[in-house]
């Protein structure tokens, strides 16, 4: 029998090791609470609205990636694709907090709902003040029956930098979050991938796709998409995924859009600005600009190998937060 080899020692320690060697790499920037896997700045800054976010782990550099002046001020990892606790949230939510209140930046999964949720009762007791946004991107998982809604996926990359923009500027707690808000429901994310993604120390993907198969608008998680689609060649995939987005979002003639392609973790550099292309000029196309974009792997679900689109309906005011200056281990301008 074949076996999937990855770079790990025990599928136990896999989390745990890996913020260590993320703190070591950036010991100016980041510091690490081993104890609740708590990644933080590590300057921690005062007066100012605190970031926390968080969530399974598998999606790197998703979130501790994104801590630093301009972003998170604390990140909370769980175990691969699985929340955090509630009580490391709330430790979270307490090292966020720098005298201004917190801000929770949840993605909708319930298990992270939950435990943020509670979270931010626990600290409210504490006396801090908490507000949370609900990121909820995801097209696919958009249904109008009864259930969990839209999923969290790569929107929440726009969310943490507008907003942590915002905090470093001053803003107060209710502000934050009600621009936070604005951008979900201005930004919708669809995904799709040639392969499933394999768990540390499993020797087998989640599911196999034939070679004339794609699965369509998968999640970050390693869920199965709502359907499966023809392979096709890379313009003819990066349509399906946009089009739809666009007419999702309403999108008319020359409105801005600040666009995310994003790899979700198997999808080489060279894939992914063949895709950006495209997506470029299907939106040029239609007439509408590209304000402003990122192009690479973000918002990771372990090595699929897939891709994801995310556009954010914007206005002068998003732009001018999206290009605020940022210093984290990954997004720096």
Sequence with gaps: MSTHRQFINQPDHVISEALEGLAATYPHLLALDASASLISRVHPAHEKVGLVSGGGSGHEPLHAGLVGTGMLDVAVAGAVFASPT??????????????????QIVKNYTGDVLNFQIAAE???????????????????SDSENDGPGRRGTAAVITVEKIC?????????????????????????TLALTLDGCT?????????????????????????????????????ALTEQLVTPLVESLGLKTGQPVIAIVNGLGGTYPLELSIIARRMHEVLRGRGITVA??????????????????????????????????????TLTW
């Design 86 to 103: 509630a009580q490391q949230v709330h430790a979270g939510t307490t090292l966020a907090d720098g005298g201004a209140g917190v801000l």
């Design 292 to 329: 402003r974009s990122l192009v690479g792997s973000y918002v990771t679900s372990l090595d699929m190998h897939g891709v994801s689109i995310t556009l954010t309906a914007a206005d002068d005011n998003l732009i001018a937060g999206w290009d605020a200056p940022v210093r984290t281990p």
């Design 164 to 188: 942590g923009a915002l905090a470093e500027q001053g803003a107060d707690l209710p502000t934050i979050a009600a621009v936070g808000r604005n951008v979900v429901a201005r930004s919708r």
């Design 122 to 140: 626990l600290a409210a007791d504490d006396g801090t003040m908490v507000e949370s946004v609900l990121v909820d991107d995801d097209l696919a």
């Design 199 to 235: 768990h540390p120390g499993e020797i087998s993907p989640a599911f196999t796709l034939n070679a004339n198969e794609v699965e369509f608008g998968v999640g970050i998680h390693g869920e199965r998409g709502t359907g499966r689609i023809p392979f096709a060649a890379a313009d």
